[in-house]
C-alpha cells in the first residue's frame, strides 16, 4: 500500500458520478509523485469521446506504485476512460526534466 495516496483512497466516493469536498483531508501533492521528475511530453487527444485532439500529454518516467487494493478502490468509482493506443504518426515525444 502507497501511505502518500492512502488520504485519497480512505476518502473516495462512493459511486461512481459522486463528488466530494476533501477540507478535512490533508495531501501533499508532491508525496504523490516519483523522485525521479523527468517526464515525456508529447501532443496526443482525449482518452473519450470525441478523442479530441490538441492534448498535450505529460507523463512521468517513473511509474508510481499502488497496491491492489488501491487501484481496485479508484477503478470501483472511475468509468473506463481510455481508448486503444493509437500510432505515434509524425508526432514528437521529448524527455523533460521538471525544474525543481
Known amino acids: 500500500m502507497s501511505p502518500d495516496f492512502a488520504p485519497l483512497v480512505e476518502n473516495l466516493p462512493r459511486e461512481p458520478g459522486d463528488s466530494l469536498h476533501f477540507e478535512h483531508v490533508t495531501l501533499h501533492v508532491d ?21 479530441s485532439e490538441g492534448v498535450h500529454w505529460l507523463v512521468m518516467v517513473e511509474p508510481v506504485e499502488l497496491s491492489r487494493q488501491q487501484i481496485e478502490a479508484f477503478r470501483s468509482v472511475m468509468e473506463v476512460n481510455n481508448r486503444p493506443v493509437q500510432p505515434r504518426n509524425d508526432r514528437r515525444l521529448t524527455l523533460e526534466t521538471a525544474a525543481e
Open 31 to 51: 508525496d504523490l509523485l516519483p523522485r525521479d521528475r523527468r517526464y515525456y511530453r508529447y501532443e496526443g487527444s482525449l482518452t473519450t469521446p470525441p478523442c
